[in-house]
């Protein structure tokens, strides 16, 4: 709690207000430390980055991303940042996290949660930054080499595997979009009238259907609730290609947030169960690349665009058995 009153007083925002005025709570976060700050009627959040956030988080472009979603009215309004040491105060919005038990027992979540992600994916091209996965996947196997935490023994396997996908989606290529990159459903807070998105550790620009696949597996959804979230952000028909790209970036959010899981454990974060958690992601993702339908999304995301209706025996039998030689 020193560190607590410490920073905060630290923030001009509260010079010289007494501690026993300062109401706390704490809230939940798998990475940082973030409070509830009660002063005179007003509330705030106080965020406190993680130990070792920086080895992955950029500060100075969290910020200025952060600042962009809150003038859209998407972001909570971001009061202080301090980008040397990552400390955040931001305005509290009053309404509830949209957990994964929240998204399942709301019929209109998945449409609210994509209209919302659209609102983000509209702002142009004003993020900083360049969400890549498979870049960062590139660097937290880096960060896992210096931490000395081994890998499961066939994560090079499929490693090939998501080299197969990298191969199929640069094949085509689509404009680049401001995205949150982590639509996790604790950051989706419902004030109501409409769903606010928080925590733009990972934001940049990307491609937009990042953000629907990894909404899809963070919100545990079924093909069902896959696809009225896309006809809700695309306003009725979908491409079978469009659905498809979200299918592989579906396998690679739990490729790239398994390695997350695995740093967690390496650095000792209390938190949670990481190990548990990073090998579960993992085995999602082998077992997706494994899928008698991977074979045919390769070759809808190569091919660009949706000439198909039905799925062709030949060449989905063919991707199936090179993508399973990758692994």
């Not at 401001?178 to 996790?184: G, L, T």
């Not at 950051?187 to 899809?216: C, K, Q, T, Y």
């Not at 008698?292 to 058995?321: I, Y």
Request: aromatic share 12%.
């Amino acid at each position: 709690m020193e560190k607590v009153y410490a920073s905060l007083a630290s923030i001009p925002f509260f010079e010289g207000v007494q501690p026993e005025t300062i109401g706390l709570r704490r809230l939940g976060s798998l990475t940082n430390v973030t409070y509830k700050v009660t002063i005179n009627g007003e509330a705030f959040v106080l965020r406190l980055p993680g130990n070792d956030t920086s080895d992955y988080i950029n500060r100075t472009t969290e910020e200025h991303n952060a600042r962009i979603a809150a003038a859209a009215g998407i972001n909570a309004e971001v009061l202080y940042f301090d980008a040397k040491n990552g400390t955040m105060l931001s305005r509290f919005i009053e309404g509830y996290a949209m957990t994964g038990e929240r998204f399942k027992r709301d019929p209109t979540a998945p449409t609210r949660a994509a209209l919302a992600l659209k609102r983000v994916h509209g702002l142009g091209n004003v993020f900083r930054s360049r969400f890549d996965v498979f870049a960062m996947i590139d660097t937290y196997i880096d960060i896992l080499r210096k931490l000395r935490m081994p890998l499961p023994e066939d994560y090079y396997e499929v490693g090939r595997g998501a080299e197969v996908v990298r191969r199929a989606l640069e094949t085509s290529p689509v404009p680049l979009a401001p995205c949150h990159n982590d639509p996790w459903p604790g950051n989706f807070l419902d004030a109501g009238e409409r769903l606010h998105i928080v925590d733009w550790e990972f934001s940049g620009m990307n491609d937009p259907m990042w953000d629907l696949g990894d909404l899809s597996v963070e919100a545990g959804f079924a093909p069902e609730e896959d696809w009225i979230m896309m006809k809700a952000y695309y306003e009725g028909s979908v491409p079978l290609a469009l659905y498809s790209r979200l299918v592989l970036y579906k396998v690679m959010s739990d490729l790239l947030w398994s390695l997350w899981g695995f740093i967690q454990y390496a650095n000792a974060n209390p938190r949670d169960d990481f190990l548990s958690y990073a090998l579960g992601r993992f085995e999602n993702c082998k077992t997706q690349m494994g899928s008698d339908n991977f074979g045919w999304h390769l070759d809808m995301v190569s091919a660009g665009h949706a000439l198909r209706t039905s799925k062709p025996a030949c060449q989905a039998k063919e991707r199936k058995t090179a993508a399973r030689k990758a692994l």
